[in-house]
T-cell receptor, first 110, second 109 residues
Framework: NAGVTQTPKFRVLKTGQSMTLLCAQDMNHEYMYWYRQDPGMGLRLIHY???????AKGEVPDGYNVSRLKKQNFLLGLESAAPSQTSVYFC?????????FGQGTRLTVV | DAKTTQPNSMESNEEEPVHLPCNHSTISGTDYIHWYRQLPSQGPEYVIHGLTSNVNNRMASLAIAEDRKSSTLILHRATLRDAAVYYCILLSGNTPLVFGKGTRLSVIA
């Protein structure tokens, strides 16, 4: 039982490049979330999903897109990366109560 | 949206109890009180949650005021491993899990 797995764990992008972060959960959870955490700051919600095929904007959605085509996967896309998107990205999944988090993806945009 | 207020930081001695307060004066009847913590360089982890009654689990206890406008997370014996940022969050229905600034707990050996 892997829980919540994020891929990749580290990535360096050049400004303007695109990439997709993958979050996979094996707990059959309905809810999935993407957050970013800048150094010394709290977590900010980017996008979330309350079930397969649904997505919704969080606190800081600009510059990101998401998709939830399969219940177990929640993808976060950056179409044109900017240095301001340098951050640690956390994914989480939950079913009403306890949320489980991945170990994070450290993204640097140069 | 119902919001919570927590002290920015607290300090505790190792092996002593810690009481982390949270005010939520605008809580609605359907809001559950959740606590999460984030250890250094890790993702957040669930600690405990409750609605009206006090709750205990292997990690902590949650004491909820009778009017539900405040709650306290209790760590019975703080260890160095408990040094983290603790978040108090209100959740109901389909509201997403949104984090505030939390309380940074330092544990002194």
């Amino acid at each position: 039982n892997a829980g919540v797995t994020q891929t990749p764990k580290f990535r360096v992008l050049k400004t303007g490049q695109s990439m997709t972060l993958l979050c996979a959960q094996d707990m059959n959870h309905e809810y999935m979330y993407w957050y970013r955490q800048d150094p010394g700051m709290g977590l900010r919600l980017i996008h979330y999903s309350v079930g397969e095929g649904t997505t919704a904007k969080g606190e800081v959605p600009d510059g990101y897109n998401v998709s939830r085509l399969k219940k177990q996967n929640f993808l976060l896309g950056l179409e044109s990366a900017a240095p301001s998107q340098t951050s640690v990205y956390f994914c989480a999944s939950s079913y009403n109560t306890e949320a489980f988090f991945g170990q994070g993806t450290r993204l640097t945009v140069v | 949206d119902a919001k919570t207020t927590q002290p920015n930081s607290m300090e505790s001695n190792e092996e002593e109890p810690v009481h982390l307060p949270c005010n939520h004066s605008t809580i609605s009847g359907t809001d559950y009180i959740h606590w999460y913590r984030q250890l250094p360089s890790q993702g957040p982890e669930y600690v405990i949650h409750g609605l009206t009654s006090n709750v205990n689990n292997r990690m902590a206890s949650l004491a909820i005021a009778e009017d539900r406008k405040s709650s306290t997370l209790i760590l019975h014996r703080a260890t160095l491993r408990d040094a983290a940022v603790y978040y108090c969050i209100l959740l109901s229905g389909n509201t997403p899990l949104v984090f505030g600034k939390g309380t940074r707990l330092s544990v002194i050996a």
